[in-house]
């Protein structure tokens, strides 16, 4: 379990010693709300690079300072997941831009990211919370749910980002059906007590889905 930002900037720095050519990678998961303060420890970091040079040469580095990989679980059913790796306390889920045409890292998330760390070749951006939010609707990890929770609580949350992220994530990659898996994810959340504004727009999606389905049955 990491409990301190500091522990993954000096993963990241031994990362950086071993690149040859720059890298830009995006936190999407629980390490950027460990440095926000909105949860107070996390066990995975997410990190989604654009390119397939940047996922080498990261995927390189790794191995050379000692991380295993792991074939990812069924929790990751509907996710475009490229790798995970671990070491102690470090398990690293990293991502390709786009995998057979999945969840992938828009231009406006691109966008939306804070700099964080910048090193010789290697720079990190924290992704939003609308966008890390979004990120953790699309997985059937528990304690990505329990983030859900805690994003929602707060301020400044902008709900009509986090639509206008998942239309277009869903027109890109021409797969309405994930309009429902979103949906089941954020049913939870309201079952949960999390008010959820965006949840006529995302009932109308779903009911627009199923009524397509049924005319093409």
Known sequence: MIIAFTEIEKLFEEIDHLLNKQARVYIIGGAALLHRGIKAATKDLDLVVATKQEFFGIQNALNKIKFTTQIPGKEYTHLNISQIFLRDDFRIDLFEKEVCGRFSLSEKMMGRAEPMVMLNRLAIFLCSNEDIFLFKTMT????????CISIAATQGLDWEVILEELQGQIKHSQQK????????????????GVDIPIMNA???????YFEEKDRFA
């Open 140 to 147: 059937e990890r528990e304690g990505d749910i329990t983030d």
């Open 177 to 192: 059906v994930w309009i429902t898996w979103i949906g089941e994810r954020l049913d939870l959340l309201v079952e949960r």
């Open 202 to 208: 995302v009932d109308t999606l779903r009911e627009a």
